[in-house]
């Protein structure tokens, strides 16, 4: 095989990886679940990528949601821009919160937010942003 022919292969292979992405549908969104680990910068480039940005929670409904994936993912949510400050990817006002107990206590070491545990209520915690978890990618698609 040349090394031309290797290259297209490769085009098509990777531009099958990712039709084959399942995004799944909740509430005028598209939503698809990593299923390996970045840290959050990576996580959310990812996204970008996609076509879409990390996952932002608006509602109870959408945090259920999450929740029946059982894993530890990386939200659209940092207070890197101004400390204490918790701001949503999207410019979203933060209205909903579902911190967990004593959540956020990182200060200037944990400035991203994630969902620690699920099926609890209230369990999102401010993590390092160095640390790899999963991540959810949210497309909008209408407003
Ligand atoms: O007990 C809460 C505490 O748990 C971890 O630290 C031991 C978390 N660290 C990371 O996720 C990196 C803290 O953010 C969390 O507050
Ligand atoms: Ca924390």
Redesign the pocket.
Known sequence: MTVSQQNSLTEERDKLKRINLRWMVFSGSLYTVSSIQKNWQESRDDCIQKGADLVTINSQEEQNFLNQFDKTMWLGLTDLETEGTWKWVDGTPMTERYWGPG?P??RTS?NCGHI?QFNVGKRW????CN?KTFWTCEKKVSP
């Not at 915690?125 to 390092?128: E, K, L, Q, S, V």
Request: proline letters at 0%; charged letters at 40%.
């Open positions: 959540e206590n990182g944990e620690k915690n401010d993590g390092n640390t």
